[in-house]
C-alpha cells in the first residue's frame, strides 16, 4: 500500500501536523478563471448567469460555492470543468487554457485531468459498483492501480458492496461508489454539483467526511457548489456568488458565519435548513 493510500485510511500525520504525504505544490493554484462572463440566450431573452469572474481554486483544498438561487453557481462550475463553453474570460486548469481546447481535448481534460459528483449519483445501473468506480479509467484505457483502488474502496466502505449493482445500494452507498470514481483517476480536480443533495444528514456527514479527507490525506482538491450551510463547514473556503458575481468569501467557516453571509445575500430561505439548528433568522437579517 502507498504512504498516502495509508494516510486516507490511517490520517497519520507528522510532528509538524502536515500529512506524511504533504503532497508538493498544496497551497498553489489548480484551477482558475480571468474575467468569466457566461451569457444564456441573446438579444431580449439573454441571462447574463456570469458576469465577469476573477477566482482561484487552490490545491489541496476544499472549497464550497455558496449563493442564492440562480447566481450562477452551477453555472461557474460547469464553465471551470469545460462542461459549458464562455463567453469571455479565460480558464485554466492545471496549467492547460480550457478555451483554446477543442473537443477532443475538452474530453480528454474532463476524463483524465477532472473528476465528477452530481446530486443524481449518475451510476450506470447495469454495472457494478466495482466496475462504475473503474468506469473513468477504463474508458480512457488507463490501467486501474489496485492498490489506490482498495484504499479508496475501504475509506468509503464499500469494500463488501463491490459486486452489487446501484439498485442493491442504499443512496448513501451509491453517492459513495460516485465519489470513489471521482477520486480513482486522481484527478487535479473533483467538481461536485450538491453532492449531499441527495442525502440523508448522516449520510451525508459520512460523504463530506470522507471527501475532507481526501484533500487532508491525499492533497486532493474539491470544488463543491453547496446550498447546505453545514455541508460548507467541511469547506476550507466558503466563496458566495450573488447575481453572477463573486461577493464574498469566507475561510475556516462556521455555520453561524456562513448563515451571516447567506442571510445578507437574501438567501435566507436556502439558508434555513431545519437540521442546521441554527436558524437563518437568528442571526440579525
Ligand atoms: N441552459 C440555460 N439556458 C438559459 N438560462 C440558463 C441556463 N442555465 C442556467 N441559466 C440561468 O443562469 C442563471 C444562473 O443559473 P445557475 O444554474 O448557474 O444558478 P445556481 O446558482 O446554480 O442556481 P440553483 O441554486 O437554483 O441551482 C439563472 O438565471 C438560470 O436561469
Redesign the pocket.
Known sequence: MTTQSTALLAGDTQTDGRSASEPAGRGSVIASARGLV?T??SGDTA????AGIDVDFVRGELTAIM????????????CMAGL?TVTAGTVVIDGEDVGRMNQRQLTRLRRTRLGFIFQAFNLVPTLTAAENITLPLDIARRPVDRTHFDAIVAAVGLAKRLHHRPNELSGGQQQRVACARALVAKPAVIFA??PTGNLDSKSSAELLGFLRRSVDDLGQTVVM?T?DPRAATYAHRVLF?AD?LLVGELTNPTQASVLEVLGSLGAND?AADDESGVAATSVGH
Open positions: 457566461k444564456y440566450g441571462v447574463q448567469a456570469l449563493g442564492p438561487s440562480g447566481s450562477g453557481k452551477s453555472t461557474l462550475m460547469h459549458d454539483d450538491e457548489v446550498h456568488l453572477g436556502l
